[in-house]
C-alpha cells in the first residue's frame, strides 16, 4: 500500500510538497501568532501594572513622564492595541445581546480595565484617574471599530 501526502504525519511531508498546506495553513499560522502576540503584550501590560503598584520605575515611565499628556497617550494606546490584537487573536468572535453583536476581546479588555482602574482608589501608591478611565474608553472604542470594519473589509471581499 501506498503512502498518499494526506495519509503521511507531518513530520514526514517534506517543505517542498504541496500538500504541506493541507496540514498547516497560513491562516492557521497567522492566527497562532495573533495569539501569541496578545497573550506577550498582555503579560507586557501587567509588568507595566505590577511596576505602577509596587511604586517601580522604568523606562516606559520615564517616557511617559516626557512627553505632554503622555500618560493618557498611554493609556489609549495600550489598551486600544490590546484590543486590536484580542479581536485579531479571537478572530472576531461575539456573541449577541438584543440584536447588538458583543465582542469577548472588547468585553474581556473593557471589564479588565474597569476592574484595574477601580482598584487603583485600593492602592497606596496609586490613584483613580477618571481621565484614565476615558482616555482607556476612547482606545478600545476606536481600535475595535477599525479593527472590525478592517478585519470584515479584507477577508470577506
Known sequence: MQNTPEKLPLHKISLDNYHLN????????????????CVSFSLFIGWIIYQANTGGSNVFFDLVRTIPYGDKIGHFCLFGLL????????????????????????LVVSIFVLVEEISQGFISTRTFDLSDLLADALGITLCSFITIKLFTRYTYS
Not at 498547516?24 to 495569539?35: E, F, G, P, S
Request: glycine share 2%; net charge positive; hydrophobic share 50%.
Open 83 to 106: 484590543t486590536t490584537m484580542g479581536l485579531l487573536a479571537s478572530r472576531l468572535a461575539h456573541f449577541s445581546f438584543r440584536n447588538i453583536r458583543i465582542y469577548y476581546a472588547v
Open 22 to 37: 493541507y496540514h498547516l495553513n497560513y491562516r492557521q499560522i497567522i492566527n497562532v501568532a495573533c495569539i501569541l502576540v
